[in-house]
C-alpha cells in the first residue's frame, strides 16, 4: 500500500493537538510547546520521506513481479539462477541471504507486514535492508 501523506498529516496533526491540550492543562510555557512542536513536526518530516522512499521501492518491486514472470523461482537459489546480467549476479552473491529472501518474497506477492513475520524482523527492519540493497543495486536499474 502506497504511503497517503495526506492521511499520516491529519494522525499526526490531531496527535499533536491532543498532546499540546495536555501541556497546556500541565502549565507548560508556550514557548517549550513551541520548541516540541517544532522538534515533532522534524521528526515527522523525516518519517515521510523515508516512507514515501521506501514505498516507491515497494511498488517498483511489485510492478517487476508482474512484468517479469519468472520461472519455477521458489528459493534465493532458484532466484540466483534467473539473473542474466553477471556484474549483477556477482552483487547479489555478496547480499545476505535474508535480504535475497525478502526480496524473493517480495516477488512472490507478499506484504511488508507478511514478509516480517515470515523472516522474525520488523517491518522498518524490511524496509532498511530493501532500501540499502535498492542503493546497492542503483547502478543496475536500465
Not at 117 to 142: C, E, M, P, S, W
Amino acid at each position: 500500500m502506497a504511503y497517503n501523506h495526506g492521511r499520516e498529516e491529519r494522525k499526526w496533526r490531531i496527535w499533536k493537538e491532543a498532546e499540546e491540550t495536555v501541556l497546556r492543562k500541565c502549565g507548560v510555557d508556550e514557548s517549550t510547546i513551541e520548541e516540541i512542536r517544532t522538534y515533532d513536526r522534524a521528526e515527522f518530516n523525516s518519517n515521510r520521506r523515508f516512507y514515501r522512499w521506501t514505498s516507491d521501492f515497494g511498488e517498483y518491486l511489485e510492478g517487476m513481479a508482474e512484468v517479469e514472470p519468472l520461472a519455477d523461482v521458489k528459493t534465493v537459489a532458484d532466484l540466483l539462477d534467473e539473473i542474466e546480467n553477471e556484474n549483477l549476479y556477482h552483487a547479489l552473491l555478496k547480499v545476505d541471504k535474508r535480504t535475497l529472501q525478502i526480496v524473493l518474497l517480495k516477488m512472490q506477492g507478499y506484504s511488508t507486514k507478511e514478509i516480517a513475520l515470515i523472516v522474525h524482523l520488523t517491518t522498518g527492519a524490511i524496509y532498511a535492508r530493501l532500501d540499502h540493497l535498492r542503493k546497492k543495486l542503483r547502478q543496475f536499474k536500465k
